[in-house]
Every structure is written in C-alpha cells, then in structure tokens.
C-alpha cells in the first residue's frame, strides 16, 4: 500500500510537470515565495498522508496527488519546490512535538521524550534547510525580486 501510494504521489507530479496548453510558458508561480508555501502544503500533507496511511492517511491519498499535482502545475519544479521538505519537516515536528506532550501511561520514565528529541530536531532542521536554501537561491541573479522589478 506505501508503494502504491508513493506511485500515485509520483504520477500526481509527472502529470503535473507534463507540458500542456502553455507549451513554453513559464508556471504562474515560478521563483516566488507563493510557490515555495505550495509546495510546502503539498509536502505536508504528503508526509502526512504517509505517516497516516494505515489509518486515516488513505483518505488523505487523493487531497495529497491533488496538492502535489497544483504544485507542480503552477509553482514548477525549480527551486521552490524546496518547499515541500518544509512540509515534511512541519509534519515530523508536529509527531516530535505529540510524542513529547503525549507519553504513554505505562511508561513513567519519560520514553516519549526519547523518540520525539530526534523527530523535532529534524523536523526543525528540515524547515530551516528549506528555508535558507529558498532564500539563497532567490538572492540570487535571477531571483524573484529581479523577476517583479523590485530591487
């Protein structure tokens, strides 16, 4: 079922990515930081339709393909799609978080923390990767900024 799943999530952006109508144009949201929080919507609810996916993250397969799919419909596959390990590291510190807040009441001794300390420093080091690499590669000739005429 997770292979089937990655297959779908794999087809969602192929058919995203394939040129239609607009042949040469370049996707709406291309470079800009819309298209990085797109993405990272895309990749959050991707990681969590896989992390969920033996519950409710089936249910969550066609709202996933769906986000990914306008993802890469308007915001492309360049550099804003760093967005979506922002979305994944949203998810693994939402887990960290739960896991820490959340223990168990037969284990006493603070096991939760124990798993959530690795899922959070991740998860927080995901974001922030994302982040800093999106905002590199838009200081860059040829960002976003020289792309709306701002300085």
């Known amino acids: 079922m997770l292979l089937a799943a990655c297959l779908i999530l794999i087809a969602a952006l192929g058919a995203g990515l394939m040129p239609g109508a607009r042949r040469h144009a370049r996707p709406i949201l291309a470079g800009r930081p819309l ?3 797109i993405w990272a919507g895309a990749g959050l609810l991707s990681a969590a339709m896989i992390a ?3 519950s409710i993250g089936i249910f969550l ?3 996933a393909g769906l986000a990914v799919y ?3 419909r308007l915001a492309g596959f360049g550099w804003e799609a760093f967005g979506s390990l922002a979305g994944v590291g949203g998810v693994l510190v939402a887990i960290g978080v739960q896991a820490w807040l959340v223990t168990p009441g037969s284990c006493r001794n603070g096991c939760g ?3 959530s300390e690795p899922l ?3 998860g927080a080091g995901l974001l922030l990767a994302a982040v800093i690499a999106f905002a590199w590669m838009a200081s860059r000739p040829g960002g976003w900024h020289q ?3 701002q300085p």
């Open 113 to 115: 923390r124990a798993l």
């Open 35 to 37: 298209g990085f929080a």
């Open 120 to 122: 959070i420093g991740t």
């Open 70 to 72: 306008l993802a890469a």
């Open 61 to 63: 397969l066609p709202l």
């Open 52 to 54: 969920t996916l033996f």
């Open 147 to 149: 792309a709306n005429g």
